[in-house]
């Protein structure tokens, strides 16, 4: 009777979330995991204690509130829970109500819920990224591509880093399929604008965001890491391929120079957060390409999340800031 009983529990706990942070909506009851992403501590008026939480799985997060903090001394944030509540409105917002909360294991957590992945093979747009540094000519170039692609934890880490934390290709396996979308607009823009050197085109291409592998920690969900807030993946990035350079021999110090600015300056503008502005035409291509890529990947999504309700428009999105379009009989 107990190994029955047991395994019951077992199969409630190994069953994937029936209900996401997306779909809560005011007067609805909540008997779910969460990952608490969020926790703190006030003091009532009264006496006592509440918390302010906030709660999240792969769908976004949800904030929560807490009577009881007392309970709760032992729940910290980074913590998987079980919450049983209310969902209400709050500032016009949605807001779980907790009346109960319990720790739950790691291991009884499907990641699946937790973190969106490419939902495509990830080898195969490798693959196709190294199709690109193979048709690299110039030997400095390609041997400091060859470097990085040959090396297994750079590659592993690559290939499972999202390219953003909420904005564009915000799922594992995003960097690389970012950095594929670039290379192959760069590539069909090197077609129309044959003066451009297309070796630059694509090792900048391969490059730009590279030190996104350690700007975002992935493990629970996406976050900015400490090394990420406080230097950003274009500076991470640049170490990384001047350390690269550095173990080379023989690399020119004027195509140092341009592959480095090529990362230093593709977000375009200082504002932006690149430190110079694109100063040679192969340089203003990959910032063009990488906004165009990142932007369009934006609209796609916000067309997808409507799909079937029968908008117009979307509500104003604060990254494009503006509201899309939605309707496609035109
Ligand atoms: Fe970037
Ligand atoms: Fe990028």
């Known amino acids: 009777m107990q190994r029955a009983g ?10 994937m979330k029936s209900l996401y942070v997306s779909e809560l909506k005011a007067g609805q009851a909540v008997k779910e995991k969460f990952l608490l992403h969020k926790k703190s501590v006030r003091d009532k008026k009264d006496g006592g204690i509440y918390a302010l939480l906030e709660f999240s799985d792969r769908t976004g997060i949800i904030d929560g509130i807490s009577w009881d903090a007392d309970n709760f001394e032992n729940i910290s944030a980074g ?5 049983a509540g209310n969902v209400r409105e709050y500032n016009g917002k949605p807001q779980i109500v907790v009346a109960a909360m319990s720790v739950v294991a790691e291991k009884d957590i499907d990641a699946n819920d937790f973190l969106l992945r ?3 093979d990830i080898d195969k747009v490798m693959e196709a990224i190294r199709d690109f540094a193979a048709r690299v000519r110039n030997t400095n170039l390609r041997a400091l591509l060859d470097a990085f692609l040959s090396d297994k934890d750079f590659v592993q880490s690559f290939s499972s880093a999202p390219a953003a934390k909420m904005v564009h290709h915000a799922y594992l ?5 970012h950095t594929l979308g670039v290379l192959k607009l760069l590539q069909n823009v090197q077609s129309v604008l044959d003066f451009l050197n297309l070796d630059l085109l694509i090792a900048g291409g391969i490059l730009h965001d590279i030190g996104k592998i350690h700007e975002y920690t992935y493990k629970k969900s996406i976050d900015i ?9 274009i500076l991470i990035g640049s170490e990384m391929v ?20 090529m990362i230093l300056s593709h977000h375009g503008e200082k504002e932006w957060g690149s430190p110079k502005q694109p ?6 291509v990959l910032h063009h390409v990488d906004n165009l890529d990142a932007k369009i990947e934006i609209m796609r999504q916000i067309h997808a999340k409507h799909r079937g309700q029968n ?3 979307s509500d104003y999105d604060r990254f494009l800031e503006r509201e899309i379009y939605l309707g496609d009989d035109l």
């Open 279 to 284: 100063l040679f035409p192969e340089a203003l």
């Open 311 to 313: 908008k117009q428009w």
């Open 118 to 120: 490419y939902s495509g």
């Open 6 to 15: 047991w395994r019951l529990r077992a199969n409630i706990w190994h069953t």
């Open 173 to 177: 396996g995003g960097l690389a399929v």
């Open 79 to 83: 913590d998987f829970v079980f919450v």
């Open 242 to 261: 001047s350390e690269r350079i550095s173990r080379l021999a023989e690399f020119p110090d004027e195509l140092k120079a341009k592959i480095l600015h």
């Open 225 to 233: 890491s400490d090394r990420g807030r406080l230097l950003g993946h």
